[in-house]
């Protein structure tokens, strides 16, 4: 089945839409990462605050102790919460991984994002691959247990 040609008029509104679209998908990925760059500079601060200790260049702080395998960082959501709200003094340590999360976030965002941006240019096929895409990362996500 051939597609008929576009007027000019509908070929404008067209390269309108594509342009409205890329805006919205760099800003998603903007802003995404901006934010996680600010939550984790924020998370940073805390527990250079609570830990002045980890800030000397030299001295007794092994930084094998502070980001090896051992430290004592959130590894489920609740536990995230738990250390936002202070728990285990590390509440810096849960805003990090606040802040990670979000990075994380940031290309599904995008994904969605692009699900409706397809959806308003009227492009059912791209919609519908890209709402695939979508699936198959938030099924990854689900199946790995994070």
């Given at each position: 089945?051939?597609?008929?040609?576009?007027?000019?008029?509908?070929?404008?509104?067209?390269?309108?839409?594509?342009?409205?679209?890329?805006?919205?998908?760099?800003?998603?990925?903007?802003?995404?990462?901006?934010?996680?760059?600010?939550?984790?500079?924020?998370?940073?601060?805390i527990?250079?605050?609570?830990?002045?200790?980890?800030?000397?260049?030299?001295?007794?702080?092994?930084?094998?102790?502070?980001?090896?395998?051992?430290?004592?960082?959130?590894?489920?959501?609740?536990?995230?919460?738990?250390?936002l709200?202070?728990?285990?003094?590390?509440?810096?340590?849960?805003?990090?991984?606040?802040?990670?999360i979000?990075?994380?976030?940031?290309?599904?965002?995008?994904?969605?994002t692009?699900?409706?941006?397809?959806?308003?240019?009227?492009?059912?096929?791209?919609?519908?691959?890209t709402?695939?895409?979508?699936?198959?990362?938030?099924?990854s996500?689900?199946?790995?247990?994070?």
């Open positions: 089945m051939a597609q008929r040609e576009k007027t000019p008029e509908e070929q404008k509104r067209l390269e309108e839409k594509v342009r409205q679209t890329e805006i919205a998908i760099s800003w998603v990925l903007r802003v995404g990462v901006v934010l996680s760059v600010v939550i984790v500079t924020i998370g940073l601060v527990i250079f605050i609570h830990h002045p200790g980890y800030a000397k260049i030299s001295g007794g702080v092994s930084y094998h102790t502070v980001a090896g395998r051992t430290a004592l960082f959130p590894h489920t959501f609740g536990g995230i919460i738990k250390y709200r202070g728990g285990k003094n590390g509440e810096g340590r849960g805003v990090v991984v606040l802040g990670l979000v990075l994380l976030l940031t290309p599904i965002l995008r994904v969605v692009g699900v409706v941006s397809f959806i308003y240019e009227e492009d059912p096929p791209m919609a519908i691959v709402a695939f895409v979508l699936f198959v990362l938030i099924m996500f689900v199946l790995s247990g994070a």
